[in-house]
């Protein structure tokens, strides 16, 4: 049987297009010295001048640049603690940042684990009632238990072992599309390694930044090395999977998801849309392209893809021992600013043989 992931669930950011006082209010108290009277006269000390008032810490106004570290996991067992190293491992190389251990979201990830198997359904949405229930969408699990998310992901596969379900997440879409997005800080992941009539060890992976941090809350930069642009596969990757996967939703629902290969795709800041003039997969060795469906937030048959996120889905499966060549040119426009930048990328990967 295949490992079945299943779609992201979208969680709009709230920052984009608003300004930071609508999420982040500082409250300032002033103090004030008062001094009582004594017996009066000449020799009656004057009052000392106040205190001046502390200068107000500054509001940060840009994300965070890249964790390149993070504190080492408490709690997990084999399973998790494979997910959660290779999830960053993934996004260190593709240019990101880590996301640090929320044990909060490990909570809500690892409930909505267990409810799954409860309920026998694999689904993102619990139902009020049921055994477990915890909160109808991801980010209300998250503020159940104290954690107010902005923005952010949850990615879920079933049938899978920790390292072995983040590599079938990532080679999806829409799972990718969440597990390469710049600006997450914080990660909580869930798994069970029981089972239930039709289901079986669900792997649960929640990404997002903390509301309650003004400085976190921004997310983070990209290292500097990718100039602002993450690609995947790597420039240069080998025994890259041949299919993208069982996926649900199928991003191109003309086809069997099944018969789809795996995608090529491009991710820059949040901040960003970017626009594709051009984008080609070909066999590096004889130039012959791939016939592909370009998949962007304009026209994503199921709206899951965000402005900042490009790809293009293989409409079969790719050779095996193969080398590939992508080609990309386009542009990103910077909110608000309206600024342009130019976007090329060409770079190749290599098929696993089989």
């Not at 964790?67 to 260190?92: H, K, M």
């Not at 240069?236 to 090529?264: C, I, M, N």
């Not at 499966?317 to 060549?325: D, G, I, K, N």
């Amino acid at each position: 049987m295949h490992p079945s992931p299943e779609t992201l669930s979208p969680f709009r950011d709230p920052l984009r297009g608003r300004s930071l006082a609508m999420l982040f209010r500082a409250v300032t108290a002033a103090a004030t010295l008062s001094a009582c009277g004594g017996g009066g006269g000449d020799d009656t000390p004057s009052p000392l001048p106040p205190s001046p008032p502390p200068a107000p810490t500054p509001v940060p106004t840009a994300p965070i640049a890249a964790q390149i570290s993070v504190p080492t996991p408490v709690g997990y067992d084999a399973e998790r603690l494979a997910a959660f190293n290779r999830l960053n491992e993934i996004r260190l190389s593709a240019g990101l940042g880590m996301l640090a251990q929320s044990t909060t979201l490990d909570q809500a990830a690892q409930a909505h684990a267990e409810w799954i198997i409860a309920n026998d359904s694999f689904t993102h949405e619990e139902t009020a009632g049921t055994t477990g229930f915890t909160g109808v969408h991801w980010w209300g699990r998250d503020e159940a238990l104290g954690y107010v998310p902005i923005g952010g992901e949850e990615v879920m596969a079933g049938m899978v072992h920790g390292a072995q379900g983040v590599d079938v997440l990532i080679n999806g879409v829409y799972h990718r599309a969440g597990m390469l997005a710049f600006e997450p800080v914080d990660v909580g992941i869930g798994w069970s390694g029981t089972a239930s009539t039709s289901v079986s060890m669900p792997l649960v992976i929640d990404m997002t930044r903390p509301g309650a941090d003004m400085v976190r809350g921004l997310g983070q930069a990209a290292q500097a090395a990718i100039n602002g642009v993450a690609i995947w596969p790597l420039d240069g990757a080998r025994d890259v999977a041949l299919r993208l996967g069982l996926e649900s939703p199928d991003p191109v629902p003309t086809q069997d998801v099944l018969s789809l290969g795996t995608p090529a795709s491009i991710t820059v800041d949040r901040m960003k849309t970017i626009s594709t003039t051009s984008f080609v997969i070909s066999n590096a060795a004889t130039g012959t392209v791939v016939p592909g469906q370009v998949l962007t937030a304009r026209d994503d048959p199921n709206s899951l893809i965000s402005g900042s996120f490009v790809a293009l889905v293989p409409l079969s499966a790719l050779e095996p021992s193969t080398t590939y060549q992508v080609s990309y040119s386009g542009s990103a426009v910077a909110f608000p600013s309206g600024a342009k930048e130019a976007v090329v990328r060409t770079w190749s990967f290599t098929t696993a043989a089989q």
